[in-house]
Each structure stands twice: as structure tokens, then as C-alpha cells.
């Protein structure tokens, strides 16, 4: 004391500004490394839903693939039994032949029996085409089986992947919360305040270094009696942003 006057010598400053940065810094990397743990913690639900809409796309592909299926062998069917009914009709006209009284009438029936004839061979003609048809979708079908199998192997993969790493995560989450705690004990009074405020609206992005003179999250400079009061050791926010700033390693420990 000289004068009245508290007298802190350089080495003094530098273990103030040393201490309050350290445990800003310390804070700061713990923030964001919760957030981190955090982070890959949420990733995993979001993984499961994206397999399940994988598992859910794969399956409407094959139940859309068994209706194509379907429908083909129906439309198939329904010309098959066309062609049945025409044949049919055929005969019975052929039949009728032996029975005509007059060569008009003959030749009406003959008439009639080359139309539906003509008829029955485009008739044909199209039941090949569906039957390559029904080949065509049925030969979709293993694959989109398969889709369905692969996505569900997929699925519970993701599920015992993200199950395993929750734990673990949990366990360091736990670990690096107590850290947290026990760091957060080093800031008392005004300067737990002013950190617990910070935390609450800004998380872990309540914090930041000090590049050159400016703030390194809004990179706004700041005042003079700012730089001071951090190299005095003080807890000092950014009037910019609102974060709490804490000098860089090499300068607080130069």
C-alpha cells in the first residue's frame, strides 16, 4: 500500500487475468463439449426416424409392386376370358352355318365369323402383352423384397448402434457435467451473475476470447476500460453480444 493506494505488481496482474481466464476458457471448452455430447445424444433418435422412413419407404414399395402384380394378372385374366367368350361365340356361329336357308344369310353369319375372328386375333395379341406384362412387374417384386430386407437390417443396425453410444454418451455427460459444477464454484459474487445470466440466454456460446482488442464472437472492439478491467482479472462482458470474454491462452499465460 503506497499512499493510500493498492499497489498490484505485473505478476501479480498476470495471475489475476491468468486465473479469471482459465476458468472462463475452462468453462467455455466444458460448455461446448456438453453441447457436443448433447448434440450426438439428439443425432441418434433422428437416425432411428430416418431408418424407420427408409424401412417405411422400402415396404410401400413392395406392397405398391404386389399391386401392380395384381392388377397385371387381373387385367390378364379379364382378356383371357374375353377371348374365351368370343371363341365361344365363334363356335356357335359356325354351327349356325348348316342351319342358314338362304345364301344371304350365309354370307351374313360368314361376314360376322371373319369380323369376330379378326377380333379374337387382336384379342390375342394383347393377352401376350399382358402376360409380359405380368413377367415385367413380377420380376420387380424380388427387388423390392429385398429393399424391404435390407432397409430393416439397416433400421435395427442404427438402433443397437445408437443404443451402445447413448450409454457411453450418458456416462460423459455425467462426467463432464460434475466437471462443470466444480468449475462454476470458482466464480463468485458479481462474476457468477454475470456468467449464470450469460449461460442462460446464450448456453454454451456465452463465452469468448479476446482476439487482438476485439470480441471473437461478435468481433466488435472493446473500450479501453474494458481491456483493463481483464487484465485487472475481471469478469468483463461484451457490450455487443453479450459474452463473457476471457483472454487466449498464449496471452494469458505470456
Given at each position: 500500500m503506497r499512499g493510500g493506494k493498492l499497489c498490484v505488481s505485473p505478476r501479480e496482474l498476470r495471475m489475476a487475468v491468468a486465473t479469471s481466464s482459465e476458468t472462463l476458457r475452462t468453462l467455455h471448452r466444458i460448455h461446448r463439449q456438453l453441447e457436443d455430447l448433447r448434440g450426438r445424444i439428439a443425432a441418434g433418435p433422428r437416425l432411428v426416424a430416418a431408418s424407420t422412413k427408409q424401412l417405411e419407404t422400402a415396404e410401400a414399395g413392395r406392397i405398391g409392386a404386389q399391386g401392380q402384380v395384381k392388377q397385371a394378372k387381373l387385367a390378364a385374366d379379364q382378356k383371357q376370358l374375353q377371348l374365351r367368350s368370343a371363341e365361344a361365340k365363334i363356335l356357335d356361329l359356325k354351327g349356325k352355318l348348316?342351319?342358314?336357308?338362304t345364301n344371304r344369310e350365309y354370307q351374313l353369319l360368314t361376314d360376322q365369323i371373319a369380323a369376330?375372328?379378326?377380333?379374337?386375333?387382336?384379342?390375342?395379341?394383347?393377352?401376350?402383352?399382358?402376360?409380359?406384362?405380368v413377367d415385367s412387374v413380377?420380376?420387380?417384386?424380388?427387388?423390392?423384397?429385398?429393399?424391404?430386407?435390407?432397409?430393416?437390417?439397416i433400421l435395427d443396425e442404427t438402433?443397437?448402434?445408437?443404443?451402445?453410444?447413448?450409454?457411453?454418451?450418458?456416462?460423459?455427460?455425467?462426467?463432464?457435467?460434475?466437471?462443470?459444477?466444480?468449475t462454476e464454484g470458482e466464480l463468485t459474487g458479481d462474476a457468477r451473475s454475470l456468467y449464470d445470466r450469460s449461460v442462460k440466454h446464450k448456453g454454451a456460446d456465452a463465452m469468448a476470447p479476446l482476439e487482438g482488442e476485439s470480441c471473437g464472437g461478435c468481433f466488435q472492439q472493446i473500450t479501453g476500460k474494458m481491456a483493463s478491467d481483464l487484465l485487472l482479472g475481471h469478469v468483463v462482458m461484451c457490450r455487443s453480444c453479450g459474452r463473457l470474454l476471457y483472454s487466449p491462452e498464449s496471452r494469458a499465460t505470456g
Open positions: 348348316n342351319t342358314c336357308k369376330d375372328t379378326m377380333a379374337t386375333n387382336v384379342l390375342e395379341d394383347e393377352i401376350l402383352e399382358s402376360l409380359e406384362r413380377q420380376a420387380a417384386l424380388p427387388i423390392a423384397e429385398q429393399a424391404v430386407v435390407a432397409a430393416k437390417k438402433k443397437a448402434r445408437v443404443a451402445a453410444e447413448a450409454a457411453g454418451l450418458e456416462v460423459e455427460v455425467a462426467r463432464v457435467q460434475a466437471e462443470l459444477v466444480s
